[in-house]
C-alpha cells in the first residue's frame, strides 16, 4: 500500500505569491492532518479535517491560510500571499480513526522557500 | 505553547549502548506517541501508549509512562548507528490532533 504521499517535495515562492501543498492520504483514511515545522523544532498542529469537513483549525493563522479535503482528490493547503516567515517544512498526516487512538502516519513533507 | 517538552536535546552514544529519553506534558492525554525522524524525511511512528499503561515494547524500544507525574520515557536497547535520527514524543487528547515536544537529537557512533 502506498504510504502518505506528498507534492511538491520542494517548493520555492516569491514574496506575495500563492503556495499549493498537497497530500494524498493512506488508502482507507479519511482524516488528514496537516502539521508545520521550523528548523530545529518539532512539529506544530495546524489543521485536521475529515472528507469535505474542517474539524479542527485552532492551528491555523488566522489570515492567508486555508485548507481544504474535498470529496475527490487530494487534500489541499493553500497559503495566499507567502511571506518569508512561511518558509518551513508542511507535513501531512493520516489516519483510519477520529480519537486519535491509532497512529498517524505522515508523509515526507513540502520544503517551502520565500525568496 | 508546546504541550511536550524533552530532554535532552541532543545525546550521542557509542553503538551497544542504551540511549534514554524523556518527555513531560502538561495537561490530561487520552495517549502519548513517540515518533522518529531522519534527517530530510517525514516521521515514522514508534509506540503508541494509553493513558492507562504503564509500559510497553516493541523489539529494542520500551516506553514507560506515569501519568501522575506526566512524564514518559523511552528506552533504545543495544543502539546502532542507524538509530541516529531525532526522537519526538507526541500527546493525543482525544481530539485527534497531536501535540509534539522539541525533540531529541540522538546521535550514535559505530
Known amino acids: 500500500n502506498a504510504g502518505v504521499m506528498q507534492n511538491p517535495r520542494h517548493l520555492v515562492r516569491r514574496r506575495g505569491q500563492e503556495a499549493r501543498l498537497r497530500c494524498s492520504p493512506m488508502?482507507?483514511?479519511?482524516?488528514v492532518y496537516w502539521y508545520r515545522q521550523l528548523p530545529e523544532e518539532g512539529l506544530k498542529f495546524m489543521v485536521y479535517?475529515?472528507?469535505?469537513?474542517?474539524?479542527?483549525e485552532s492551528g491555523m493563522p488566522k489570515e492567508r491560510f486555508s485548507a481544504e479535503f474535498p470529496k475527490e482528490g487530494p487534500s489541499i493547503l493553500r497559503i495566499q500571499q507567502v511571506v518569508r516567515g512561511d518558509s518551513a517544512a508542511y507535513f501531512c498526516?493520516?489516519?483510519?480513526?477520529?480519537?486519535?487512538?491509532?497512529?498517524?502516519?505522515f508523509g515526507d513533507g513540502t520544503r517551502l522557500s520565500i525568496l | 505553547s508546546q504541550q511536550g517538552e524533552e530532554d535532552p536535546q541532543a545525546l550521542s552514544i557509542q553503538e551497544g549502548e542504551n540511549a534514554t529519553m524523556n518527555c513531560s506534558y502538561k495537561?490530561?492525554?487520552?495517549?502519548l506517541q513517540w515518533y522518529r525522524q531522519n534527517s530530510g524525511r517525514g516521521l515514522v511512528h514508534l509506540i503508541l501508549?494509553?493513558?492507562?499503561?504503564r509500559e510497553k515494547h516493541s523489539g529494542r524500544l520500551r516506553v514507560t509512562l506515569d501519568t501522575s507525574k506526566k512524564s514518559s520515557s523511552l528506552l533504545i536497547t543495544a543502539s546502532r548507528a542507524a538509530d541516529t535520527a531525532s526522537y519526538f514524543c507526541?500527546?493525543?487528547?482525544?481530539?485527534?490532533?497531536?501535540?509534539f515536544g522539541q525533540g531529541t537529537e540522538l546521535s550514535v557512533k559505530p
Open positions: 498526516a493520516s489516519s483510519g480513526d477520529r480519537g486519535g487512538n491509532q497512529p498517524q502516519h
Open positions: 488508502k482507507g483514511h479519511s482524516h
Open positions: 479535517l475529515q472528507k469535505e469537513n474542517i474539524i479542527d
Open positions: 495537561t490530561s492525554i487520552n495517549n
Open positions: 501508549i494509553r493513558s492507562n499503561e
Open positions: 507526541a500527546t493525543n487528547n482525544q481530539g485527534g490532533k497531536l501535540i
